[in-house]
């Protein structure tokens, strides 16, 4: 798909670095090039803002749907027809400033790059962030494209509650974000995400594109163990029914399940709550997320299977009661090979070298993918280090994927399914 007329639309770098940041200056994790903004926080809402005026200031028509989700189109009919970029702006509490706003903030240079060029496409270009792709506050993870996609109601998005004890409904509104646009949104002609890996393997193999193919299917589940409060002095080790016990043992559990089974399959105990959480008395509950994630479905089942057979076995023993809750599941997913193919042809053809991979992280990608022909683009996390104020891609690799993206975005245009 060669680009319109021969002609491309060269991104400008030094505004795009710019951008980032300045968004990244919102919920500044101080010392640090992180930032926090937890979905629907009020850092959350400021970058929000931010972002939202400068989708308007490039004219841009900007529509808020009803569980937070922002598309900015170059035509009035939003995302219908339209090739869209987009990512988050939400981090995690500890997040870097590249996960998520870089997808978001390149694809909206794209457009600015595009509208200040002569350049006639045959299709809008539209940029998007969705609300809440984290998760961390309020599962499931990629919430707001979830929904946009229609995986989830708008009614059981709002209705969801957090560890902090907030709603999303209240939040979205106290924000000022809980839009009037309908959610299911308008499945655009396509979608491509620029992301940075957040892994180790373009940065260990020098390779400056990652071409993905996929990304690899996400169990979340919170267990509450309940057991009995008691003295810590007093109760003989044989009488205690300690939850604190069997969560320790859990931990250890995901982590052999994941090393048994080697492959892809990862194991995340990331959340750990006791209750009352005190020195000197035995817990009356332990309340423990795990997170299991494997490219292939079969495998992140028997995973799962074993997870809860190591559970039940350890709670009987220790003559407890296990309440299993699934905070979010998602299937592996591919993503267009015509796509696919077209991002890895373009990077080649700008000389740069690339890696066909899945993803280990989640992204809203992997929900457009449900609707619309769908494709992301990686760029190396130096370490592979991410979810941490420390995360860092290079400028090189952030302009070049930014301009991967706006090839693509362009070559698309072109094309009809
Ligand atoms: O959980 C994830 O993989 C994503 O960062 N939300
Ligand atoms: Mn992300
Ligand atoms: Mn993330």
């Not at 599962?139 to 229609?150: H, I, N």
């Not at 709603?167 to 809980?178: A, F, H, K, N, S």
Request: glycine share 10%.
């Amino acid at each position: 798909m060669a680009l319109p007329n021969g002609s491309s639309v060269l991104i400008n770098g030094e505004r795009l670095l710019h951008r980032i940041a300045e968004l990244a200056e919102i919920g500044k994790i101080e010392g640090t090039k992180g930032c926090s903004r937890l979905a629907f926080s009020d850092a959350d809402r400021e970058g929000r803002d931010l972002v939202v005026t400068w989708m308007r200031d490039l004219g841009l028509t900007v529509t808020i749907d009803a569980v937070g989700n922002v598309i900015a189109s170059t035509h009035e009919d939003g995302a219908a027809g339209a090739v869209m970029a987009g990512s988050h702006i939400d981090t995690v509490g500890t997040g870097g400033r590249y996960d998520g706003n870089l997808g978001v903030l390149a694809g909206l240079e794209v457009i600015e790059a595009t509208i200040s060029t002569d350049v006639e496409l045959k299709r809008p270009l539209a940029v998007a962030f969705f609300s809440n792709e984290e998760g961390s506050r309020y599962p499931p993870d990629m919430m707001g494209s979830l929904a946009y996609a229609g995986g989830m109601s708008v009614e059981a998005v709002l209705e969801v509650e957090g560890a902090d004890g907030t709603v999303v409904g209240e939040e979205l509104e106290r924000i000022g974000y809980r839009g009037a646009a309908p959610c299911p949104g308008v499945a655009p002609h396509a979608f491509v995400e620029l992301h940075i890996e957040q892994g180790p393997v373009l940065d260990n193999e020098d390779i400056q594109i990652g071409v993905v193919e996929g990304v690899q299917g996400i169990s979340w589940t919170e267990l509450t163990l309940i057991g009995q409060s008691n003295h810590a002095g007093t109760t003989p080790m044989s009488l205690r029914r300690d939850p604190m016990r069997v969560a320790a043992e859990v931990v250890v559990a995901a982590r052999s399940i994941a090393t048994e089974m080697g492959g892809t399959q990862v194991a995340t105990v990331g959340s750990l709550h006791l209750h009352p959480n005190l020195v000197n008395v035995v817990p009356a509950t332990a309340t423990m997320t795990v997170d299991l994630r494997n490219t292939d479905e079969n495998s992140l089942q028997l995973a799962e299977e074993q997870l809860h057979i190591r559970v039940e076995t350890l709670a009987k023993d220790e003559g407890i009661t296990v309440e299993a809750r699934s905070l979010a599941r998602f299937e592996p997913v591919e993503f267009d090979a015509r796509i696919v193919d077209q991002i890895e042809q373009l990077a080649q053809q700008t000389g740069l070298s690339t890696k066909r991979m899945p993803s280990g992280a989640g992204h809203d990608a992997q929900m457009m993918a449900r609707i619309c022909p769908t494709g992301m683009i990686f760029v190396p996390s130096l370490n592979g280090v991410s979810h941490n104020p420390a995360e860092h891609t290079d400028e090189a690799d952030l302009i070049a994927g930014a301009q991967l993206l706006s090839d693509t975005m362009l070559a698309l245009t072109e094309v009809d399914w």
